[in-house]
Nanobody, 125 residues
C-alpha cells in the first residue's frame, strides 16, 4: 500500500477557490490510480474526481464537473484537486485515495485500498 497525506483545506467564502494536495509515500506513486472523495456531516462518503496513473484520463462527479480539476505530478508523488466556484454544499472532509488496479467503478470507495486522513473544506455563504 501507499501512505497518503492531504493538505490545503480551509475556510473560504462562496465563489472562492482552494487547491488540495495529496502527497504519497511508500510504493511507486506512478503505479496508482488516484481519486478524491468527500464526506459531509451525516452523509456517506461520495466520489468527487479520479485520475488514471499516467494522468491521461480524468473523471468527475456531476456535482463538481466544470468547477473542479484533478491533476497529478508523478515526479513529486502528488495529486491535486483545484476547486473553483466553491459553494456551501462543497463543505466536507476531502480524502484522497489510491488504487493499484484500474476499475471502471472508480466512483466506489471499495475500488481503493489506501486512504489519507482527510482535510476539512468549509465554504461559507
Amino acid at each position: 500500500q501507499v501512505q497518503l497525506v492531504e493538505s490545503g483545506g480551509g475556510l473560504v467564502q462562496a465563489g472562492g477557490s482552494l487547491r488540495l494536495s495529496c502527497v504519497a509515500s511508500g510504493r511507486s506513486f506512478s503505479f496508482y490510480h488516484m481519486g478524491w472523495f468527500r464526506q459531509a456531516p451525516g452523509k456517506e462518503r461520495e466520489f468527487a474526481a479520479a485520475i488514471t496513473k499516467n494522468g491521461g484520463i480524468t473523471y468527475y462527479s456531476d456535482s463538481v464537473k466544470g468547477r473542479f480539476t484533478i491533476s497529478r505530478d508523478n515526479g513529486k508523488n502528488t495529486v491535486f484537486l483545484q476547486m473553483n466556484s466553491l459553494k456551501p454544499d462543497d463543505t466536507a472532509v476531502y480524502y484522497c485515495a489510491a488504487s493499484p488496479l484500474y476499475s471502471d467503478r472508480y466512483y466506489y470507495t471499495s475500488s481503493y485500498n489506501s486512504w489519507g486522513q482527510g482535510t476539512q473544506v468549509t465554504v461559507s455563504s
